[in-house]
């Protein structure tokens, strides 16, 4: 046990993280060491989303954010594509009372665009019924690249300057926030990526830039609650310096 579930003062309350992002990897392999349909894996993946998603809101997190459909996605089989289409709508609509009950608030990131109707109507559903929830914000990355969240946001700095509502020195990087998808939250401090490979693949590329990053072997429906606590100790024995120097070493 945790000694901030026990001491709310204490200094490991203090360095829990507020913003845990995760890419939700190993699905498909998962079901294929056990000689299923890559959509088994999808499905049992999404049962692990609740499971995460009830200890993290238990445990304090206050923003969680997976990656659950890239702009990359797209090139599978239509078949698969599909389906993982259908999940948002079956998952919301057998979880979102829980989510209700339980204070959380739902939030998307992504190009909502090239959704299909029935995906985009099941989740603004859950963000119009969860909008005022003030547990943890539970944020699904759909249909979201990093390089085509910055590209959007540049277009849009891009334009307010061709107005004349901003003037080009007074661009920061405070002003490149305020035009992401993640506007007004806080970069995640963990970064998770399940399923053995070591790679971001285009996942909150601006947002993660002082994220603590931990890799498991371990596939996406098989990870426990265990094994992120295990990780969240693990960042909160961290020193995060930010490119200066512990004071110890000054």
């Excluded at 609740?50 to 239509?78: C, M, Q």
């Excluded at 690249?145 to 007074?170: F, H, P, Q, W």
């Excluded at 890799?215 to 098989?222: C, I, R």
């Amino acid at each position: 046990m945790f000694g901030w579930k026990k001491q709310k003062q204490s200094a490991e309350m203090k360095a829990l993280p507020e913003h845990i992002a995760i890419i939700m990897d190993g699905n498909g392999r998962y079901a294929k060491q056990r000689n299923r349909p890559r959509v088994n894996g999808h499905y049992e993946g999404m049962q692990n989303v609740k499971r995460i998603t009830r200890h993290a809101s238990d445990v304090g997190i206050k923003y969680l954010t997976l990656y659950a459909f890239s702009t990359e996605n797209w090139s599978r089989p239509k078949s698969e594509v599909s389906y993982l289409m259908k999940l948002p709508g079956d998952f919301l609509g057998a979880f979102l009372p829980e989510l209700i009950e339980k204070n959380v608030r739902v939030i998307t990131i992504g190009d909502d665009d090239a959704l299909p109707e029935h995906t985009i109507k099941a989740v603004s559903e859950a963000v119009e019924k969860t909008k005022n929830n003030t547990g943890l914000n539970l944020v699904f990355a759909l249909n979201y690249g990093g390089r085509n969240e910055l590209v959007r946001g540049i277009k849009k700095i891009a334009g307010e300057v061709s107005k004349g509502k901003l003037d080009v020195e007074d661009i920061s990087q405070g002003t490149i926030d305020r035009y992401l998808y993640t506007a007004g939250m806080p970069e995640p401090e963990m970064m998770i990526r399940t399923s053995g490979e070591y790679r971001l693949s285009n996942f909150l590329l601006w947002q993660s830039s002082y994220s603590e990053l931990f890799f498991t072997d371990t596939f996406w429906p098989e990870f426990t609650t265990d094994e992120l606590d295990q990780m969240i100790s693990q960042y909160q024995k961290r020193s995060r310096r930010f490119g200066g120097l512990d004071e110890e070493e000054v």
